[in-house]
């Protein structure tokens, strides 16, 4: 196999890859994380926490109805970042949403990234400051 149908391969492999990733993400978040299938948790930072109920459930329906992927937020292929905005007393009020891909024990990067077994989404919200 000579060096060029090596990087194709390799690249076809990775895009594979960023697919598989990617609709494992969309499943996790548009479920807000409850089809057991793809296993994680879903976390909010101090500031989000504290908004009101009215914030909560817009945050949970923009995110959850995300789809705006583009070359800037989402180089690889992934879908694993979104900016969205919500109204907050009559304000809009522009967050974000992150995913990372864990181990099981929610310590370390997960080694196999796109084998659900063997990975654990955080889904976490927050805010452009706390990034």
């Not at 409850?34 to 009215?54: K, Q, S």
Request: charged share 25%; hydrophobic share 35%.
């Amino acid at each position: 196999m000579d060096t060029a149908t090596k990087q194709t391969a390799q690249e076809e492999m990775t895009e594979r890859i960023a697919n598989l990733i990617a609709a494992q993400n969309d499943q996790f978040r548009k479920t807000w994380g409850a089809d057991f299938t793809v296993p994680g948790r879903i976390v909010m930072t101090r500031g989000v926490a504290d908004l009101g109920y009215a914030e909560q459930a817009q945050i949970m329906q923009a995110v959850q109805g995300f789809s705006d992927f583009s070359e800037d937020n989402d180089p690889y292929g992934e879908h694993d970042f979104g900016v969205f905005s919500i109204q907050s007393q009559g304000k809009p009020l522009k967050l974000y949403w992150k995913i990372d891909l864990y181990g099981p024990d929610y310590q370390h990067g997960s080694e196999t990234r796109h084998d659900p077994s063997e990975t654990r989404r955080v889904l976490t919200v927050l805010f452009p400051s706390e990034y």
